[in-house]
């Protein structure tokens, strides 16, 4: 039993009542006075910062100034991946409900005990069991802060989505990555802060996973695609180039002599201002975003490290995520996060035939990922960049049906590495099953407040005041996870 | 062993909410008592156990949650003081720690876990168990302990203006006294001058009609419109251009969109698959119509509240209720299919109800009362669940609008007339039984020996003798088999009558082969569905999963809500049915769980009992609210009885159970029960003369014996007696299928509320449905209404008394939360920045002399009649409002944020808006009004489950507020502009500024493809010159014309265009593209979406 003496509840009942001395808000609309403007202090906060003395929120020296969330939509199973249940052969089909309390499930097709079809073995100096169905991630296993001791708070995609992305069940909060941008903004002029690469699965939930919520609209993901053109709309329509900037231009002389209209003595309104500033950043991003996409510049043999070429389809386009991701880091993107890949059969999901399903879904992977932290390692990003790996919850150590397994909210395994964890470490424990929590119990709620931690942002104090309240990520719950700090 | 304390009023909560933890509650409700104490004070050794165990571990690991030091304690459980700790229901069970929740959670056996950070060593969870075991000592403590911590409405109320009742006050005197048009303009104007500052310049006559057209109807002015106006020589022309905008109907769908923010309307689900709303646009229209109607704001607010209990609903000409389908106000959010934890995503979609009405219609959070009191304004959590109350009380249907009212005439003339046919019948079969006619009937001795030797043997009818009393285990759900004390019927229509059919009904049976029809009567009491309504036809969508397998509206049976514990409903019915066990008002029966709660029976025409076992997808150890909803599928229904019940009830034959409890018990021959018998025949045949066969408890057994009396084989049905009596009965039949025959059989559909009994909710700790405890009466806000208030009927679910407390002259918010509104979408900005939010966490008034402005409209808001229009116009026509928009340096140093107005503040249109400008310059805008929906227009970025086909990229050219609105796939562009994820009211949008926005308008293919058909339009006009185009486009645009440099600036930008296009401007000046590029340009020009 571990307790954090030093931690205590935030004084208050709920936190999120209390107004706080530092409001982002109000910098921000600061900001809004001059060249940029609200949207552009965070897509160029830097230089809004150098123009107005904006500092981002450090509430204490950042660790990792970025970060990749490694989405793997579905729920991975635990007992079949990190966390290693002996138990489970000796107890095979054996009535789970003889042996310990089972909670009601989504489909409620509670079937016998059902060991894992993989062997574990050891990886690296520190020895962390890893299935045969990572054996690309087992090889960076140093890097790796295994938490075994992961909960939800919902047993089905929708609500656990949310709660893993925004911190609520409910439909609408801001997400995650909308709050990091808020608190930090961007270090890239030319692309936003927030970045969704979907591989081809938006999770049950939609895009609202990805939402700014009640956060200004600036902090929202832009969803890009792996292949093509990547954003919506970023592909200039009209004929040639040299004709789009005649029409901006001629756009550009209307707005000046409007704003000059409305500006009298006093100069032109901040939104007119914004607006106008956004039309260049619009206008750059039509270049900027397929260089971004475009990997002609990378050398075969990342290309190769990361699967790109890949006999097996879903690995070469998760490759191509996990290299793009590299690429936005290297750019300044603050927030990352790549979403499943199709691999023909379900997303992590496996309510039935769980050998054939977590194995493909592994196989698109285990691969691009591994490549991916090494990738940074070998450029010296790493220690930088927090890189995330997690479902939305785990699944049962018993079967669903005969061959698969069902949703597990009380326990499940993620990761994280660089950006100031600690690696070759392994937190918390299940019970003999891996079905509940039994030491160093975390909820979805610590890992964001660990997360802002590494970032330099104490998640108590980042707050936006919407409906009354001053909301917070993290609501009023949220404690570090201390065994994971470098 | 001493008990816990769960005296009176909890003790009842816990046994209505019943088995709340299990086999505890068991426990507590046996405990249930008003002897309440504590366990007495402990020994010696358990004391010195307690201190130096027990203490430390609860201080360690509870208390920085469970206790008062911390604010409210979690759970409203601490751990201070002896008797808060054991005074806490549920806690504990004495000596009992295998019944106790406090060692399940810690042990982490249950979905409670507790410490919620981890699990406690084992030696501690073994010393609390120990101490359970030991009955839980504790010394009693000294000190007078603390009570628990004060909420005080009153020093709430008194401190925050909003609960202050509005007051008209006194117009100020100002100076400039020529520049003010109406008392808004001298309250604007005493507060600028108070600050030294003076107005801003009035803006001209055709800025004015484009901001009027722009921000009254969501389309750009017509240019001959701005030239009328500008040279309209009466001073009043700008009045009078206002006064036809508000007449145009597209004022009311640009202020139904506003609306439409505020109650988070969608038309699909969101959640996984985001299913459908079906019919949400009925809603939607039904709000561009009262808008456009200038429907009064109290009805428009009292129909969406309660529109389905109005003494006298709006009809349109063909007789549609219009007020019922302002209810679907409460079904526009998300819902959950298969949610695991079924009650508590009933209390989540509750949630989302009451805060939305609370923010929508009160500008109050009532949300943040779900979990505690209101931590700042005045609203207790029983507040929240009194409203909540309402809510349960009622379930949602898609309602057959278009007909309720007219078979709501046709079920009264019905019922007229069956309580005369019941009448007549029965005395006529009563002459006819009586004997009077030897031709027909053998004497009546002898029947009655006939009836008394068909009876069963002795025994078996001694056994009766108790038969037809409810056993213990049945839990009664609707019984509409009694003629005194029925059930009252809830229908969604009129085609099951108005009430239950009583016993004793007549109706002629055809006889089987050659023998004669003869003469039935109902034995039993009950809902009943006439097959002649089985014509009954819905047109509109269906609901998505196994529900809209059937088309249910306008057929639907409902049973009031009851809270069982147990998974199996009887129910006692007769036909081809569709039964719909509505657990936790949970509809969306799509996914793995809850397919047992839908059920289809057909009992070929007998009376059954049918079995419906809920068990295998519901947890039941907390119990459930449910009711029933009955649909005939084919024919016609009846039914009788359902009840809750583990086994299956038992109902004795009313006719033999009389005879067994008349018979004396002991001694009983044939001839004593030949006169029992007699006996009964008398009664009942006396009372079908009197017309009294179907009133009175004895009822249901009178006709019985005058049914057996009808089966008599002595009856000969071809006599004459007989067959004139068959002969009344077929024609009063004829009668009453030609009343039938006038019912409107088919109707659209629309979701609305259906209400029901009154179900009181109980509070719930932390908001979750776990967690019950003390139920509230359902009531108004004590801020409001007080402490004492008057009982809310217990047939009905309160929605009427709600409506009528949210829009009584004593309720200080909803005037001026209106008024606000529409200041708000006016000017950008609230008087109350926060339109949603009136309470203290709200943004303030600016200053005494912005609440002063407020009040004073609101109070005449209300006394003139509520008239939403003539507000509007009030507002626009003012001087204030006709500010143009170019600030005064030293107006912006003394107020940057222009609190006072001193000038228009700029407005940047909504997506909706830029969307559908673009569409009316373009000209392929369709000004069609109202209608279904047209598919949104998908892009590649549109990504997710449920993904629908793609509609239109143009969207059939139909304004913004026809687009479906899917939750989760929600239309582009007026997304990239701020459209709100509809989730929970919205009254006051984002305005912000992204790239994205810039990439629409650049490279969108919709924004590319209208811009082409602009210049199109503009270059058919062939006798128009090159500078008359370019000038055309520019009123369109901006209504204004050009400057002699703009023209000069755009022909140059054409002549580029062309030569860059490969033409020649000087030999061929309408290339097409180059005039589409000079459209695009203008549309990517700031002042097309910047109102000035």
């Known amino acids: ?486 | 062993m001493a008990c816990f304390k769960v005296g009176g009023r909890r003790g009842i909560v816990v046994a209505v909410w019943g088995a709340l933890w299990g086999v505890l509650a068991a426990a507590v409700v046996g405990l249930t008592g008003s002897a309440a104490e504590l366990p007495a004070a402990p020994s010696a050794a358990d004391a010195e156990f307690f201190e130096s165990r027990v203490r430390p571990l609860l201080l360690e690991h509870c208390s920085a949650c469970h206790s008062r030091a911390a604010g409210e304690p979690e759970g409203n459980l601490s751990f201070d003081t002896r008797s808060e700790t054991l005074g806490h229901e549920g806690l504990a069970t004495p000596g009992k720690p295998e019944q106790s929740l406090l060692v399940e959670v810690v042990r982490y056996d249950g979905k409670l876990q507790m410490p919620p950070d981890g699990r406690l060593p084992l030696e501690a969870i073994a010393t609390l168990e120990e101490w359970v075991r030991r009955g839980l000592p504790w010394p009693v403590e000294g000190a007078v302990e603390a009570g628990a911590t004060g909420f005080d409405i009153a020093a709430r109320k008194a401190d925050h203006w909003c609960w202050q009742p509005p007051r008209a006050v006194p117009v100020p005197p100002v100076g400039a006294v020529g520049w003010c048009r109406s008392d808004i303009d001298r309250f604007v104007l005493a507060r600028l001058e108070a600050a030294g500052l003076a107005p801003a310049p009035e803006a001209s006559r055709a800025q004015l009609v484009r901001r009027a057209a722009e921000l009254l109807t969501g389309l750009p002015a017509d240019p001959a419109d701005v030239d009328r106006v500008v040279a309209d020589p009466d001073p009043l022309a700008f009045e009078k251009f206002v006064d036809g905008l508000l007449a145009s109907p597209h004022f009311g769908e640009r202020f139904a969109r506003h609306w439409l923010d505020v109650v988070r309307y969608g038309e699909t689900r969101g959640h996984e698959f985001d299913f459908p709303i079906p019919n949400a646009w009925r809603y939607r229209d039904w709000v561009i119509d009262s808008l456009n109607a200038d429907l009064p704001y109290d009805q428009f607010v009292r129909e969406q509240i309660a529109g389905d209990l109005l003494d006298s609903p709006r009809l349109n000409a063909a007789g549609a209720d219009l007020s019922v389908l302002g209810t679907g106000f409460w079904y526009l959010g998300e819902e959950i299919h298969s949610p695991v934890d079924i009650a508590q995503d009933a209390a989540d979609r509750t949630d989302n109800r009451v805060d939305t009405f609370g923010k929508a219609f009160l500008g109050m959070a009532l949300g943040c009362a779900r979990c505690h009191d209101h931590k700042f304004d005045a609203i207790s959590k029983e507040d929240y669940y009194a409203i909540a109350g309402t809510l349960a009380s009622s379930s949602y249907r898609q309602v057959p609008f278009e007909s309720m009212a007219a078979n709501r005439e046709v079920a009264r003339r019905l019922d007229n007339h069956d309580a005369e046919a019941q009448l007549r019948l029965g005395r006529a079969a009563a002459v006819l039984l009586a004997g009077g006619d030897r031709e027909t009937v053998a004497d009546p001795a002898a029947r009655a020996a006939r009836v008394a030797a068909a009876l069963p043997p002795r025994a078996a009818l001694l056994a009766m003798k108790h038969e037809g009393e409810r056993a213990g285990g049945e839990i009664l759900i609707a019984d509409y088999s009694r003629a005194e004390g029925a059930t009252p019927l809830i229908g969604d229509g009129f085609a099951w009558g108005l009430r239950p059919r009583p016993a004793g009904q007549a109706r002629v049976e055809a006889g089987a082969e050659g023998q004669p029809d003869r003469l039935r009567l109902e034995p039993t009491s009950s809902a009943h569905f006439d097959s002649l309504w089985a014509g009954l036809q819905s047109n509109g969508e269906r609901e998505a999963g196994s529900l809209g397998g059937v088309d249910r509206a306008g057929r639907v049976l409902r049973t009031p809500k009851v809270r069982i514990e147990g998974g199996t409903v009887w129910h006692r019915v007769r036909g081809h049915l569709q039964i719909f066990t509505c657990v936790d008002s949970h509809v969306l029966l799509v996914g793995p769980l809850y397919g047992s709660t839908l059920q289809t029976v057909d009992t070929q025409g007998e009376w059954k009992w049918v079995r419906q076992d809920l068990g295998s997808d519901l947890d039941w150890q907390r119990g459930h609210l449910i009711h029933v909803e009955y649909v005939p599928i084919a024919g016609g229904a009846d039914v009788a009885e359902v009840v809750a019940s583990p086994t299956e009830p038992k109902r004795a034959d009313p006719f033999l159970a009389a005879v067994a409890r008349r018979m004396p018990a002991e001694g009983a021959d044939d001839a004593a029960i030949e006169s029992v018998v007699s006996e009964l025949v008398t009664e009942a045949l006396a009372a079908a003369r009197d017309g009294t066969l179907s009133t009175g408890p004895r009822a249901l057994e009178r006709s019985a014996v005058l049914e057996r009396l009808l089966a008599d084989p002595a009856i000969d049905w071809k006599g004459g007696p007989a067959t004139t009596l068959l002969s009344q009965a077929r024609e009063l039949e004829g009668a009453r299928a030609t009343i039938t025959a006038t019912a409107k059989l088919a109707s659209a559909i629309a979701p609305a509320i259906l209400d029901g009994n009154g179900v009181d909710h109980a509070v719930l700790a932390k908001g979750s449905a776990a967690r019950p405890a003390a139920i509230v009466p359902r009531r108004f806000l004590e801020a409001v209404d007080g402490g004492e208030q008057p009982v809310w009927p217990a047939l009905s679910s309160g929605r009427r008394e709600l409506a009528d407390r949210v829009l009584d002259p004593s309720n200080p918010l909803t005037a001026r939360v209106a008024v606000n509104r529409f200041w708000h979408h006016l000017f950008g900005r609230g008087l109350v920045p926060t339109p949603d939010n009136f309470g203290k966490l709200g943004e303030p008034l600016a200053d005494a002399g912005a609440r002063a402005l407020l009040d004073s409209l609101a109070v005449r808001f209300r006394e003139e009649g509520w008239s939403m229009k003539r507000l509007v116009r009030e507002i626009v026509t003012s001087s204030t409002w006709r500010m143009q928009s170019v600030a005064d340096p030293r107006a912006v140093e003394r107020d940057p944020t222009n609190l006072l107005l001193h000038h228009f503040p700029l407005r940047r249109l909504e997506g909706e808006a830029v969307r559908d400008k673009i569409l009316a310059v373009s000209g392929r805008l369709d000004p069609k009004v109202g209608g279904p929906p047209v598919e949104v227009a998908l892009s590649d970025f549109h990504e997710g489950r449920g993904k629908p086909g793609s509609g239109p990229l143009d969207g059939d050219g139909r304004r913004s507020i026809y687009t479906r609105i899917r939750r989760n796939f929600l239309p582009a562009i007026p997304l990239a502009f701020d459209m709100p994820v509809p989730f929970q009211a919205m009254g006051r949008r984002n305005v912000t500024n992204v790239p994205a926005q810039a990439l629409t308008l650049m490279n969108d293919p919709f924004v590319v493809e209208q811009s082409g058909r602009w210049a199109a339009r503009i270059l058919a006009d062939s006798a128009a010159g090159v500078d008359d185009s370019i000038a055309r486009m520019y009123r369109e645009a901006f209504a204004r014309a050009p400057s002699p440099d703009e023209v000069a600036a755009a022909r140059g930008f054409l002549v580029a265009q062309t030569a860059l296009q490969g033409g020649d401007f000087a030999a061929d000046q309408r290339l097409p593209s180059a005039w589409a590029d000079l459209a695009h340009a203008l549309v990517n020009a700031k002042e097309f979406i910047f109102i000035p």
């Open chain 1, 1 to 486: 039993m571990s307790r954090n003496p030093s931690r205590s509840r935030p004084g208050h009942h709920c936190g999120r009542y209390r107004t706080t001395a530092f409001s982002r808000r109000a910098l921000l609309a600061q900001a809004s006075c001059g060249f940029g403007g609200m949207a552009a202090a965070a897509l160029l906060h830097a230089e809004a910062a150098r123009a107005d003395s904006v500092a981002p929120v450090n509430h204490h020296p950042a660790k990792a100034k970025n970060v990749i969330f490694l989405y793997m939509d579905g729920g991975v199973s635990q007992v079949d991946s990190f966390d290693p249940k002996p138990r489970l052969e000796q107890d095979a089909g054996k009535n789970p409900r003889d042996l310990f309390k089972v909670d009601q499930t989504q489909f409620n097709n509670v079937g016998t005990i059902l060991p894992s079809p993989w062997k574990f073995k050891p990886y690296g100096a520190c020895g962390l069991p890893v299935s045969d169905l990572f054996p690309h991630i087992g090889s960076v296993a140093d890097e790796l802060a295994v938490i075994r001791s992961m909960t939800s708070e919902f047993p089905e995609h929708t609500n656990a989505n949310y709660f893993l992305h925004t911190g609520s069940g409910l439909q609408g909060r801001p997400s995650m990555g909308a709050w990091t941008t808020y608190g930090l903004g961007s270090e890239n002029d030319d692309l936003p802060g927030y970045i969704v690469v979907n591989g081809g699965l938006i999770p049950p939930g939609g895009l609202d996973n990805f939402t700014n919520g009640f956060l200004p609209a600036t902090f929202q993901a832009s969803v890009f695609k792996p292949t093509a053109t990547g954003l919506a709309n970023v592909g200039r329509r009209d004929g040639s180039r040299d004709g789009q900037i005649a029409k901006l231009a001629f756009a550009r002389g209307l707005d000046r002599s409007f704003a000059a209209r409305l500006g009298g003595e006093g100069g032109a309104p901040d939104a007119l201002e914004s607006a106008i500033a956004n039309q260049e950043l619009a206008y750059r991003m039509q270049t900027s975003v397929p260089d971004l996409l475009d990997l002609s510049g990378e050398t075969e043999s990342i290309k190769h490290d990361y699967g790109c070429d890949s006999e097996n389809e879903p690995t070469r386009i998760f490759a191509s995520e996990c290299l793009l991701a590299r690429r936005m880091v290297e750019r300044g993107v603050r927030f990352v996060e790549l979403t499943c890949t199709s691999v023909g059969t379900d997303r992590w999901d496996q309510h039935g035939n769980l050998r054939e399903g977590h194995a493909a879904n592994a196989r698109a992977v285990d691969q691009p990922i591994a490549a991916l932290i090494r990738d940074l390692r070998q450029r010296g990003m790493l220690d930088s960049t927090l890189v995330v790996w997690s479902g939305e919850f785990g699944r049962t150590p018993f079967a669903q049906g005969g061959d698969g397994r069902d949703h597990n909210p009380q326990a499940y395994s993620m990761w994280m590495a660089g950006g100031g964890v600690k690696g070759g470490v392994t937190v918390g424990a299940t019970d003999d099953y891996g079905y509940r929590v039994v030491e160093k119990k975390f909820q979805i709620h610590d890992l964001h407040a660990t997360m802002l931690h590494l970032m330099g942002i104490d998640h108590t104090r980042l707050t936006y005041r919407f409906s009354g309240r001053d909301m917070r990520l993290t609501d009023v719950h949220g404690h570090v996870i201390r065994d994971v700090l470098g």
